[in-house]
Every structure is written in structure tokens, then in C-alpha cells.
T-cell receptor, first 115, second 114 residues
Framework: GAVVSQHPSWVICKSGTSVKIECRSL??????MFWYRQFPKQSLMLMAT?????????EQGVEKDKFLINHASLTLSTLTVTSAHPEDSSFYIC???????????FGDGTRLSIL | AQKITQTQPGMFVQEKEAVTLDCTYD???????LFWYKQPSSGEMIFLIY??????QNATEGRYSLNFQKARKSANLVISASQLGDSAMYFC???????????FGAGTRLTVKP
């Protein structure tokens, strides 16, 4: 069964809207989770590392005020795209962390379309 | 700097034949893990196979095997007896050390022809 649950799967909204994406770890505690962004026909690019109880760590070039990450519990991390614009349209996907010998488990992703 | 390189943007294979997807990597960390994921058009990331840097033998998982050549820093995925359902994007990824994030290659789009 699924290890990570991500919602919603699809979002279509107007420009200027803020969109929240949830990523839940099922049956285990996740102190660290990762948020990736994927443009069509491209690879996954790490946006930020979500840390339970502390501030997220953002990759270079990712606007922290644009992409708000909250990891308030050991089972839930959220990504909020604030005042979304068409250029924010993309596929967003979260995953668990782990040791080097463990695969990351991914949510099913969220397709965000900003009109 | 790009640490994972997949040089084949697209590959075609005939159904029931084997195909090799190339992946090279770069790291100075002696402890690392190499992973392959499959991403169908629906978008989910499906874990296929793992190879640890200290593993002596090549990893195998059903029809998937990983040709690990440590000195050459390559970790090619071999899919045997290709099926139509194997058509997807395939990503090679690497993780270094403890609880670090996983970095992905550019991906290879595999198309299996009937």
C-alpha cells in the first residue's frame, strides 16, 4: 500500500490564488520530507527540505516567500504556493527521507495549473 | 554540478527484447546509494531497484538488474523481456550519506514497440 499520501492530485485555479498541497506519511513518522518540482519532459528538481518543528531549507533560486512549507507534525508536511501565477504551473511531488540505502517513497504528485 | 548523467533522452526497444538504460554518477562520498525509478505518464514515481556503494554483487529485482561498475561510476539499468507496460520515463538517482536528498538524472524515455 501507499507509504506517502499527497493531495490534491489536480488543481486548476485562477492567477493570484494560493494553493496548499498536503503530503502525509502513512504508518511512520517523518522528521524530514522533500518537495520536488517537475516541469514537462524534465527531471525532478529539489525545491526544499521540510523539517518537522523547524524552518524548511530551500534550494538556491527557490523563493521561500512564494513556496511556504510547514511541517508541524511528524506525519504532515504542506507546501503552499502563494499568489500563484501561470509560471508556477508544474507537477509538485513530495517524498520521504531516509538513509543512503533506503529508497525515497513518493507521493503521487500534484498537477498544478494556473489560468 | 550535475552528479547524475543519463545520456539517452529516448530509447526504443522491441517487445520481449532486453534494453539497457545508461547512468553515470559522480561523488566523492564513499557511502552512497544508487536508485532507479520509473515514472509512467500518470506521474507517480515507482521504485525499481537499489545498489549500495559497498555492495559486491549487482542488484536484481525480477526483470530489472543493475550493472554496477564502481570504478567507471556507472549504474546502468537492464530490463529484460520488455513489456508494453514498461513504456515510461526512467530516472537514475543517487543519495549520499545519511538522510540527504536524492538527486536525479535527466531521465530516459523508454518506448516499447509491439
Amino acid at each position: 500500500g501507499a507509504v506517502v499520501s499527497q493531495h490534491p492530485s489536480w488543481v486548476i485555479c485562477k492567477s493570484g490564488t494560493s494553493v496548499k498541497i498536503e503530503c502525509r506519511s502513512l504508518d511512520f513518522q517523518a522528521t524530514t520530507m522533500f518537495w520536488y518540482r517537475q516541469f514537462p519532459k524534465q527531471s525532478l528538481m529539489l525545491m526544499a527540505t521540510s523539517n518537522e518543528g523547524s524552518k524548511a531549507t530551500y534550494e538556491q533560486g527557490v523563493e521561500k516567500d512564494k513556496f511556504l512549507i510547514n511541517h508541524a507534525s511528524l506525519t504532515l508536511s504542506t507546501l503552499t504556493v502563494t499568489s500563484a501565477h501561470p509560471e508556477d504551473s508544474s507537477f509538485y511531488i513530495c517524498s520521504t527521507a531516509g538513509y543512503s540505502n533506503q529508497p525515497q517513497h513518493f507521493g503521487d504528485g500534484t498537477r498544478l495549473s494556473i489560468l | 554540478a550535475q552528479k547524475i548523467t543519463q545520456t539517452q533522452p529516448g530509447m526504443f526497444v522491441q517487445e520481449k527484447e532486453a534494453v539497457t538504460l545508461d547512468c553515470t554518477y559522480d561523488t566523492s562520498d564513499p557511502s552512497y546509494g544508487l536508485f532507479w525509478y520509473k515514472q509512467p505518464s500518470s506521474g507517480e514515481m515507482i521504485f525499481l531497484i537499489y545498489q549500495g556503494s559497498y555492495d559486491q554483487q549487482n542488484a536484481t529485482e525480477g526483470r530489472y538488474s543493475l550493472n554496477f561498475q564502481k570504478a567507471r561510476k556507472s549504474a546502468n539499468l537492464v530490463i529484460s523481456a520488455s513489456q508494453l507496460g514498461d513504456s515510461a520515463m526512467y530516472f537514475c538517482a543517487m543519495r549520499e550519506g545519511r538522510e540527504s536528498d536524492m538527486r536525479f538524472g535527466a531521465g530516459t524515455r523508454l518506448t516499447v514497440k509491439p
